[in-house]
């Protein structure tokens, strides 16, 4: 998988990337396809946004599912967080649907009784 950091704004904390190839690479365990995720780090410096004033943006390529994640919080570790926790969750929902579940021997035997 390849993962691809673009950067708006500030500079970012130094260790980052390797914290989001880390957790990015996790992904792989799902045996979803996914050839690479685009991470877009976002800072707003209008002092209203406050807390949630850095932005992550995740968002995946390739012959697998479109994926889409936003994350926002204090720092940049803390948005990007939120953005993997909620692509994480995108990928746990299709793994689980694209698992087999053979339930017609329940039926059968529901059948033979009855």
Do not use: C, W, Y
């Amino acid at each position: 998988m390849k993962i691809i950091i673009h950067n708006h704004g500030d500079s970012l904390a130094s260790d980052f990337q390797k914290i989001a190839i880390e957790r990015l690479e996790r992904l792989t365990r799902f045996s979803i396809p996914i050839e690479s995720i685009d991470v877009d780090v976002r800072r707003e410096v209008n002092p209203r946004f406050g807390k949630s004033s850095h932005r992550v943006i995740l968002t995946s390529h390739g012959s697998g599912p479109l994926l889409r994640a936003e994350g926002s919080g204090f720092n940049d570790l803390a948005a990007f967080d939120e953005a993997a926790e909620a692509i994480e969750f995108q990928l746990r929902k299709r793994h689980e649907r694209a698992k087999d579940i053979d339930r017609s021997t329940v039926r059968k035997l529901r059948a033979s009784r009855g």
